[in-house]
């Protein structure tokens, strides 16, 4: 597939609306004239007042033209959204494929319905969405549920305000449907004491960072990997550097992602407990042994309910389950009884994920078949059903690239039992300092649209042997908020 394009500014969102459709495609991206052979031609122009779209698309044997004229002051999006819509229309002609979220190709959709509402209000805000954005009714009604409900963690937050990211990138397998940064306690053991103790030195210059900016904490997230691959003791050595290196009295909530069973045992979840730890991440993916064979988990469904009944037994009463629809070899009966069993285990958060088909990821270096026919989709509107039903409601949100049938993560929360950390994060509503080996810094003007990001080294051996070199970037969170102050 080869996109071409006449006008440079509309080259990203041409190309990320057409991965939507091919999500497995090369493209060649280039300004030639409307060539031969399979391409997709997109131009706008502007001429008295006027914006003139065209898209033109040859795909084998099939071929597309669409056009639309557009009055410049009637446009409540932007040139490059309006481009989009007759791209999104002459594919769709060509596919078959009416992608749920239109020309949505942006990680955040309620982070965007947040802001249309601000400026419009709710109705108007949802209309641009279905008209001018072309996002199936159902999908913006999620937006909004979503919008609405991030309303109340976000008044928690104020203009000093900042939650602590802590990555742990270590994991006991690597799942085939993974694409981040981790490594097998196994390959990485001998790393894991110096990751340790320079994990624990970032985090003492970070607090002093903040206490030197006069910031205040809110909440506190270990991601990873998986943070509970470490020992008991380095999870406490870790989370001992924290309460000394910060003053938590201000913390809401304090997440730690237990996220594989096989790395959960009584002695790490009372150190976790000792620790002032408020809630935990015990995932699944599927309740399906069948399934989780098929992607390189190593425990069983069994194991998943007695590590989560093992967590309730020692006091934890915030607890998360992480669910993939999509996953190679399961079926809709089996997702909705993964689903059926997680309701019945009844978890403060649920979350639905769709299965993103990313390029580093085992099941996609080796060609492993994803497809199943519109399968994912009936798997999320059943998780959609069952968790409603059961009283949970979605509070947060975001999109990947590559996902299956164009389909979105959605997190859900009984009452009062919202992640707050995920909405900070997700719609960037404050600073986000991040220590650890791939870990990033995002610095956030709450007066403005500002963002500045700090990568920290993205391997732990680079980490380790670049530490100092590292370290001293942490001056640009000073510059940051120094210039703030000017």
Known sequence: MMIIRTTPAYKYECEKLCRVFFPTEKFDVCEKADPDGEAVFADATEENGRLFTVCRVRLGEKHAEKTETLSLSDLRVSREMALARVIYAALKDVTGLTPPWGVLTGVRPSKLMRKLISERGDDEAQEIFTKDLLVRADKADLALSVAKAEDAGILLSGKRDFSLYVSI??????????SFVSHSIAAAKKLIPAYVSRLCDE???????????????????????????????????????????????????YTVEAGRPDTVDEEKLLALKAAGVTRISINPQTFENSVLEAVGRRHTAEETVEKFRLARRLGFDNINMDFIAGLPTDTAAGFCRSMETAVALSPENVTVHTLALKTAARLVTDNE???????????????????????????????????????????????GRDCLYNIYMMEEIHTVLAVGAGAVTKLRDPDSDLLQRVYNFKYPYEYLSRFDEMLARKDEVRSFYKNLLR
């Open 369 to 415: 078949s994803t497809e199943n026919g519109g399968v994912t989709a009936e798997m999320v509107e059943t998780a959609n059903r069952l968790l409603t039903d059961a009283g949970y409601r979605p509070y947060y949100m975001y999109r990947q690239s590559k996902s299956l049938e164009n389909l979105e993560n959605v997190g859900w929360a009984k009452p």
């Open 203 to 253: 985090i003492r210059e970070t607090g002093k960072l903040a206490l030197d900016l006069g910031l205040r904490l809110r909440t506190v997230y270990f991601g990873g990997g998986t943070p509970t691959s470490l020992s008991a003791d380095d999870l406490t050595a870790i989370t001992a550097a924290i309460k000394n290196a910060f003053d938590l009295s201000s913390v809401l909530e």
């Open 169 to 178: 990138p270590f994991c006991p397998t690597r799942c085939s449907y993974c």
